[in-house]
């Protein structure tokens, strides 16, 4: 069975306005509530272009220190 509680719910907030500003970016008619009207690419898109987002954030977080030994 699934976990769908935010590990830290403070992020969730963040989490949705990072969504639409990136559906925003790339073209996607993101609204509030169902979305079912747009294909499951266009949605499946946003969420992988978060993923995107959040990877190059922690990476450039980490300051080049340690990776690579």
Known sequence: MAN??????????????????IANQIGVNLKQGYNGDNTAKQNGSVGGFMVKQMIAQAK???????GNQ
């Open 60 to 66: 450039g977080g980490m300051g080049g220190a340690g």
């Open 4 to 21: 769908n509680r935010a590990m830290v719910p403070e992020a969730k907030e963040a989490l949705n306005k990072m969504k639409y500003e």
